[in-house]
C-alpha cells in the first residue's frame, strides 16, 4: 500500500457491475472473491484479477435487500463512483459497511439547522458548520455553537431531499425526521451534492426500516397519536383529546401492539416509534 494507507476490512463476498461508463449491463453475473478496504480505496479481487474503486470517486452507496437464492445474497451495498456502478455483497456486511460509510464521511463538515422543525413547529434556528463523526448506527453532529446532536439511523422516521437556497447558493438538503427526548424534531443537513448523497444513503435506511405501512386507526388513535408527535407529556392525553384515563391507556395497548408506540417506564407513560411518527405526520398533513 502507499504511504498513508492502511487496512480496514479483508473479508470474501460477491460482486458485479451493473453499469460500465454509463451504461447497463445484460451480461452480469455475481463473481465470488475477496473484497479489501483501505482508507484510500476499494479492491475487488478474483482469481482473473482485481479491480480498484478510489473512495475519493465514490458519489453514493446504498444498502439493498433481495432474495437471489442462485447467487445466495440476501443483501448487497449498492456502490456508484462516477459512471460506474457496482452491487457488493459482503461476508462481514455490516463491519464493510460501517467502515465504508465512516471512511467517507468522518470528520466531514456540513450546515445544519437543529432543530428545524419541533413537534410540528418550524423553529426560527439558522444554519451553521457541524463536523459529522459515525460511531455504528448513530450520526454524530458537533455544531460550532457547541451544539451536540445523536441522530440514530433506526430513529429515522421521514427523510425528504430538496434543492434549496441556503447562504446565498442553491444547495441540496435533506429533511431527517427523528427524536430528541421523545419529541418529533427535524434536522436539516446540507454540503456538497456528494456529501449529501452519500448521508442520504445512510439515512434512508432507517426510513425504509421504520417505513409505515397502512394502518387502520380510529379518530380516537389518530387523535392520541397526533398529540404525541406535536410533544404533549402522555399523562396529559386524557385531558388533551377529551377521553377517560381507562380509554386513552386502551388506545396505548392497542397501539403498543402495532409497534407505533414504545412504553417507557410505566404502563401510562409512551413515546412514538419512528413509525408512528410517520403515521401521525401523514395525518396532521390531510387535517
Same mark, same amino acid.
Given at each position: 500500500?502507499?504511504?498513508?494507507?492502511?487496512?480496514?476490512?479483508?473479508?470474501?463476498?460477491?460482486?458485479?457491475?451493473?453499469?460500465?461508463?454509463?451504461?447497463?449491463?445484460?451480461?452480469?453475473?455475481?463473481?465470488?472473491?475477496?473484497?479489501?478496504?483501505?482508507?484510500?480505496?476499494?479492491?475487488?479481487?478474483? @482469481?482473473?484479477?482485481? +479491480?480498484?474503486?478510489?473512495?475519493?470517486?465514490?458519489?453514493?452507496?446504498?444498502?439493498? *435487500?433481495? $432474495?437471489? !437464492?442462485?447467487?445466495?445474497?440476501?443483501?448487497?451495498? %449498492?456502490?456508484?463512483?462516477? +459512471?460506474?456502478?457496482?452491487?457488493?455483497?459482503?461476508?462481514?456486511?455490516?463491519? #464493510?459497511?460501517?467502515?465504508?460509510?465512516?471512511?467517507?464521511?468522518?470528520?466531514?463538515?456540513?450546515?445544519? $439547522?437543529? !432543530? &428545524?422543525? %419541533?413537534?410540528?413547529?418550524?423553529?426560527? /434556528?439558522?444554519?451553521?458548520?457541524? +463536523?459529522?463523526?459515525?460511531?455504528?448506527?448513530?450520526? @454524530?453532529?458537533?455544531?460550532?455553537? /457547541?451544539? #451536540?446532536?445523536?441522530?440514530?439511523?433506526?430513529?429515522?422516521?421521514?427523510?425528504? &431531499?430538496?434543492?434549496?437556497?441556503?447562504?446565498?447558493?442553491?444547495?441540496?438538503?435533506?429533511?431527517?425526521?427523528?427524536?430528541?427526548?421523545?419529541?418529533?424534531?427535524?434536522?436539516?443537513?446540507?454540503?456538497?451534492?456528494?456529501? =449529501?448523497?452519500?448521508?442520504?444513503?445512510?439515512?434512508? *435506511?432507517?426510513? *425504509?426500516?421504520?417505513?409505515?405501512?397502512?394502518?387502520?386507526?380510529?379518530?380516537?388513535?389518530?387523535?392520541?397519536?397526533?398529540?404525541?408527535?406535536?410533544?404533549?407529556?402522555? #399523562? %396529559?392525553?386524557?385531558? #388533551?383529546?377529551?377521553?377517560?384515563?381507562?380509554?386513552?391507556?386502551?388506545?396505548?395497548?392497542?397501539?403498543?401492539?402495532?409497534?407505533?408506540?414504545? !412504553?417507557? +417506564?410505566?404502563?401510562?407513560? =409512551? *413515546?412514538?416509534?419512528?413509525?408512528?411518527?410517520?403515521?401521525?405526520?401523514?395525518?396532521?398533513?390531510?387535517?
Amino acid at each position: 500500500m502507499s504511504d498513508g494507507e492502511h487496512a480496514l476490512v479483508d473479508t470474501k463476498g460477491k460482486f458485479v457491475q451493473v453499469v460500465s461508463d454509463g451504461r447497463k449491463r445484460n451480461d452480469i453475473e455475481w463473481l465470488p472473491g475477496r473484497i479489501l478496504l483501505s482508507n484510500k480505496r476499494l479492491v475487488l479481487a478474483t @482469481n482473473d484479477g482485481k +479491480r480498484t474503486i478510489p473512495l475519493s470517486k465514490v458519489s453514493s452507496v446504498t444498502a439493498s *435487500q433481495m $432474495n437471489q !437464492p442462485l447467487a445466495q445474497v440476501d443483501s448487497y451495498i %449498492k456502490v456508484q463512483a462516477g +459512471r460506474n456502478v457496482t452491487l457488493i455483497s459482503a461476508k462481514k456486511a455490516e463491519e #464493510f459497511q460501517e467502515k465504508l460509510y465512516s471512511t467517507l464521511l468522518d470528520q466531514t463538515v456540513v450546515l445544519v $439547522n437543529h !432543530p &428545524a422543525v %419541533k413537534g410540528g413547529v418550524v423553529q426560527d /434556528g439558522g444554519w451553521e458548520k457541524g +463536523r459529522l463523526k459515525l460511531d455504528g448506527d448513530c450520526i @454524530n453532529l458537533a455544531i460550532a455553537s /457547541g451544539t #451536540f446532536v445523536e441522530l440514530d439511523i433506526d430513529d429515522v422516521g421521514t427523510v425528504e &431531499a430538496k434543492e434549496k437556497t441556503i447562504r446565498g447558493d442553491e444547495r441540496p438538503l435533506l429533511e431527517v425526521e427523528h427524536t430528541i427526548e421523545g419529541t418529533s424534531v427535524e434536522t436539516h443537513i446540507s454540503g456538497t451534492p456528494r456529501h =449529501v448523497s452519500l448521508i442520504e444513503g445512510l439515512v434512508r *435506511q432507517g426510513e *425504509q426500516r421504520n417505513i409505515a405501512d397502512d394502518v387502520d386507526l380510529s379518530d380516537k388513535e389518530t387523535q392520541v397519536l397526533m398529540a404525541l408527535y406535536s410533544g404533549i407529556s402522555p #399523562f %396529559k392525553i386524557p385531558d #388533551f383529546v377529551d377521553m377517560e384515563i381507562e380509554e386513552v391507556e386502551a388506545v396505548y395497548d392497542r397501539l403498543i401492539e402495532a409497534d407505533i408506540l414504545e !412504553p417507557v +417506564r410505566t404502563r401510562r407513560e =409512551v *413515546q412514538l416509534e419512528a413509525r408512528g411518527r410517520s403515521i401521525a405526520s401523514d395525518a396532521m398533513a390531510d387535517q
